[in-house]
């Protein structure tokens, strides 16, 4: 059972903890499947702005960065590649 506060959050990670769970977990799906190297090229830029623009002091905070970093890093103009808008 849940406490009526919720979940409590965990203290976020640091950057450099951040990277290293990133680098294996592309080491580890790249083992796998050598095309995920590929496409790990396309969201290691994404993963690092998330990093930057959402906290999660509380779920409040944490919904609302989310939806403002979906809505400006997640629309298609900004993910087409060549796009010089593009500042991930």
Same mark, same amino acid.
């Given at each position: 059972?849940?406490?009526?506060?919720?979940?409590?959050?965990?203290?976020?990670?640091?950057?450099?903890?951040?990277?290293?769970?990133?680098?294996?977990?592309?080491?580890?799906?790249?083992?796998?499947?050598?095309?995920?190297?590929?496409? %790990?090229?396309?969201?290691?830029?994404?993963?690092? %702005?998330?990093?930057?623009?959402?906290?999660?002091?509380?779920?409040?905070?944490?919904?609302?960065?989310?939806?403002?970093?979906?809505?400006?890093?997640?629309?298609?103009?900004?993910?087409?590649?060549?796009?010089?808008?593009? %500042?991930?």
């Amino acid at each position: 059972m849940l406490p009526e506060t919720g979940v409590p959050m965990l203290p976020p990670n640091t950057d450099e903890e951040n990277k290293q769970k990133l680098n294996d977990f592309i080491m580890q799906r790249t083992a796998e499947n050598y095309k995920f190297h590929i496409f %790990s090229q396309f969201m290691e830029p994404l993963f690092k %702005s998330f990093c930057k623009d959402v906290t999660s002091h509380s779920t409040t905070d944490l919904s609302a960065t989310t939806d403002k970093w979906v809505k400006e890093k997640c629309d298609l103009p900004s993910l087409r590649p060549g796009n010089s808008q593009n %500042s991930f």
